[in-house]
Structure formats: structure tokens, C-alpha cells
């Protein structure tokens, strides 16, 4: 309860930082707006020539969409500002403010900043699933929701622990928004099933940078594509990435030079 205390009072501080601009909410309507334009006719052009992409119907590649969607819009809404203020605390030395402070400091970095207007993306992806989920209705039951959700959770584990552990390389490195723009264009890359991709590219997005887990995993759970190794492999990696990038952070903290220093 304590750390749903703090969450939501981050929340509700990322809000009224929010209403200050409202104007970005109507940007980012439309920036959300033309992506998802993009998306849909990137499937419109595909679905003209073929009737499937790699074994993938237009249905299932939707619901493929809107976990891209989701996933992303939680990124941009939480993971990607926090860890973005996370950085610049440790350039500036102010990381000292989060330290001091009596909670524990990881959970504090993850949720101290919100850009709630990303939020718009979220909703995009939950409406995607909804309608494809619609036209999907004959294939899914109970078992393929559960097991939609185990994966979801999973693979948003595994992302954020790797925005984690790529964060962290700035008590060393001072140019790491670098790697996390990487990060980001090969998440663009998940938009469309992993197994379409060569076997080279298909490793990268899967065990290197995982992106796999976040988008094309949930769409096979809910389509009634996956197996249980499959299952077990995401929840698996989620379980140990969490514990590395802990221990990561808690090795990482040890060279922090801060203000006080």
C-alpha cells in the first residue's frame, strides 16, 4: 500500500504537469493518429497481395498491433521519462534527492515521471485488441486469456528491466540515451510477428534485445499460436532479467559520485 501511495501521487504530479500544456495532448492525438494511419495501411498494402504474412492472418496480425500499441504507449507514458530523469539525475548529481529519501530507491526512479498524454497510445492498442479479439472470438477462451496475460506481464517485466540495466551504464557512461534510442527503433521492428525475420534478426529481437517478448509473444497467446515452452520461456526470462538488472542497479549504485560525494 505504501508504494501504491507513492505511485499514484507520482501519477497525480505527472497530471498537473501535463495540464500546464494542454496543447501536447492534441499533438500527441495526432502523432498517435498518423502512427496508427501508418500501421493500418502498412497492413492494408500487405493483405492486398496475400492472405497471410508468414502464417499470420489480418486478424491476428491486429491484435499483434495493439500489443505494439500498449506496450509502447506504457513505455512512453512511464519507462522511457523516468529513466530519462533517472540519467540526468546522475549527470547533475541530484540522484542524492531520491537516495535520501526512505522508500526504496529503484521504485522511486521507475515511477518519478509521467507523461501522461502518451497514455493516448494505450488506448489505441486496448481498442485494436478489442476488435480484433471481436473477429477472433471462435479461437479464444479463457486458457488463451490467461495466458495472454501472463505473457503481457511478462514481456512488460522484460522490457523494463532492460530499460533498467541500459539506464544504469550512466554511472559510467554519459551517452547513453544513445543506446535507448537503439532500443527504441528496434522496437519499431516489432510491429510485425518476429518470425517473418531472418534467423540473425529474429535472435537480435528475441535474446538480445528482447522486444520479441513485449509484442509478438502476448499476439501468439491470445490467437492460440504458442505452446507452453513458449510460456514458460517469457515468464522465465522476466523472472531473471528482474533479478539482474536489481543487482545491476544495486552494483551500479556503488560508483555514484553525487553531489554530497
Known sequence: MHYLRLFL???KLGLLAELEY???????LVQ??????LALGGLAVVFRHTGDLGGWRPAELLALLGV???????????VRPSMQKFMEDIRKGTLDFTLTKPADAQVLVSIQRFELWKITDV?????????ALGRLSDSVGPL??????LT??????????VWLILATFSFWFVKVENILVIFMTMYEAARWPVTIYPPWLRWILTFLIP????????????????DPTTLGIAAGMAGILLVVSRAFWLYGLRFYSGASA
Open 32 to 37: 498517435t493518429a498518423m502512427e496508427l494511419a
Open 123 to 131: 488506448g489505441v492498442g486496448i481498442a485494436l485488441l478489442a476488435i
Open 152 to 161: 503481457l506481464l511478462s514481456g512488460g517485466l522484460i522490457v523494463y528491466s
Open 22 to 28: 494542454r496543447a501536447n495532448f492534441w499533438i500527441q
Open 68 to 78: 505494439y500499441f500498449l506496450i509502447g504507449g506504457l513505455i512512453r507514458t512511464m
Open 211 to 226: 522486444v520479441a517478448f513485449a509484442t509478438t509473444v502476448p499476439a501468439q497467446a491470445v490467437t492460440g499460436r504458442m
Open 9 to 11: 501521487t507520482y501519477l
Open 144 to 149: 488463451q486469456a490467461a495466458m495472454f496475460g
